[in-house]
C-alpha cells in the first residue's frame, strides 16, 4: 500500500481512536477496535521498509509488536502494570534498534545527560503520587525510555541524516507522551488528556516506523 494512504488510514484510526476515547464519540466498541488498529497501520509501515537494514528493521517490529501488547493491555482497568512492563520492552527493543548500523550506545553523552535531567524532573515531580508498590517498575521504565530517547538523539548526532532525525524526534514525542500520561496518572487529571497522550505516542510510533529507510 502507498504511503499516503496508509497514513490516510492511520490517521483516520488515531482520531476515532482519540475522539472515542475522550468521550466525543459514543459509539460501542469503537475505542476497542481503532486503538489497537493504529499501532497495527504502523507496523504495517514498518513492515514494508528497511529490508536492506534488517537487524535495525527487526528490532523496531519487535518495538512495535510490544507496544500494540502494551496498547490492549492499557485498555483493561487493572492492565496498567502489564501495559508498563510490555512497554520497557519495547523501549528497550528500539534501544537496541538505535545501536544497529555502526552506532554504539551513548556514542555521544550530551544527549544522555539532558534525559538524565529530564527524567530525574519527572520522577521528582510524580513521586508523591506513585503508588508504592508501582515505584520500583516506573523508576525502571522511565530509565528505558530516557535511555531510548537519548539514544535516538544519540543516533541522529552520529548519523546526521533525516531519517535519524525522525527517530530522536519520535524518542522525543515518545517522552513527552508517557510524561502526560504520568502527569494524568499520579499528580493531577490533564484536560482532554487522551487527546494529548495518544496524538503524541502515535506520532512518536509513526516517527520511529518512518525511520526505517525505504525500499
Same mark, same amino acid.
Do not use: E
Given at each position: 500500500m502507498p504511503t499516503r494512504a496508509l497514513f490516510a488510514l492511520f490517521l483516520a484510526s488515531a482520531v476515532l481512536a482519540i475522539t472515542s476515547a475522550s468521550g466525543w464519540v459514543d459509539l460501542p466498541g469503537l475505542y476497542w477496535l481503532a486503538k489497537p488498529l493504529t499501532t497495527l497501520l504502523v507496523i504495517g509501515l514498518a513492515a514494508g521498509r528497511g529490508r536492506s537494514q534488517p537487524a535495525l528493521r527487526r528490532a523496531v517490529l519487535v518495538g512495535l509488536g510490544l507496544s500494540l501488547l502494551g496498547d490492549v493491555a492499557l485498555m483493561f482497568p487493572q492492565g496498567f502494570l502489564a501495559g508498563l512492563v510490555a512497554f520497557l520492552l519495547a523501549h528497550l527493543a528500539y534501544l #537496541? $534498534?538505535?545501536? @544497529?548500523?555502526?552506532? @554504539?550506545?551513548? +556514542? =555521544? =553523552? *550530551? !544527549?544522555? +545527560? $539532558?534525559? /538524565?535531567?529530564? /527524567? $530525574? &524532573?519527572? &520522577? $521528582?515531580?510524580?513521586? !508523591?503520587?506513585? !503508588? *508504592?508498590? &508501582? @515505584? +520500583? !517498575? #516506573? #523508576? +525502571?521504565?522511565?530509565l528505558c525510555l530516557a535511555a531510548m530517547a537519548a539514544q535516538a538523539a544519540a543516533r541522529w548526532q552520529v548519523l546526521g541524516d533525516g531519517l535519524s532525525r525522525q527517530a530522536a524526534l519520535g524518542g522525543l514525542l515518545f517522552m513527552s507522551s508517557d510524561a502526560l500520561l504520568a502527569i494524568n496518572r499520579f499528580h493531577s487529571p490533564l484536560p482532554a488528556s487522551a487527546l494529548w497522550v495518544l496524538a503524541t505516542y502515535w506520532a512518536a510510533q509513526w516517527l520511529i516506523a518512518s525511520a526505517l529507510p525505504r525500499r
Amino acid at each position: 500500500m502507498p504511503t499516503r494512504a496508509l497514513f490516510a488510514l492511520f490517521l483516520a484510526s488515531a482520531v476515532l481512536a482519540i475522539t472515542s476515547a475522550s468521550g466525543w464519540v459514543d459509539l460501542p466498541g469503537l475505542y476497542w477496535l481503532a486503538k489497537p488498529l493504529t499501532t497495527l497501520l504502523v507496523i504495517g509501515l514498518a513492515a514494508g521498509r528497511g529490508r536492506s537494514q534488517p537487524a535495525l528493521r527487526r528490532a523496531v517490529l519487535v518495538g512495535l509488536g510490544l507496544s500494540l501488547l502494551g496498547d490492549v493491555a492499557l485498555m483493561f482497568p487493572q492492565g496498567f502494570l502489564a501495559g508498563l512492563v510490555a512497554f520497557l520492552l519495547a523501549h528497550l527493543a528500539y534501544l #537496541v $534498534a538505535f545501536t @544497529r548500523g555502526g552506532v @554504539r550506545f551513548m +556514542a =555521544r =553523552r *550530551a !544527549p544522555f +545527560a $539532558a534525559y /538524565a535531567l529530564l /527524567a $530525574a &524532573l519527572i &520522577l $521528582a515531580g510524580l513521586w !508523591p503520587g506513585v !503508588p *508504592a508498590g &508501582l @515505584r +520500583a !517498575p #516506573v #523508576v +525502571a521504565y522511565v530509565l528505558c525510555l530516557a535511555a531510548m530517547a537519548a539514544q535516538a538523539a544519540a543516533r541522529w548526532q552520529v548519523l546526521g541524516d533525516g531519517l535519524s532525525r525522525q527517530a530522536a524526534l519520535g524518542g522525543l514525542l515518545f517522552m513527552s507522551s508517557d510524561a502526560l500520561l504520568a502527569i494524568n496518572r499520579f499528580h493531577s487529571p490533564l484536560p482532554a488528556s487522551a487527546l494529548w497522550v495518544l496524538a503524541t505516542y502515535w506520532a512518536a510510533q509513526w516517527l520511529i516506523a518512518s525511520a526505517l529507510p525505504r525500499r
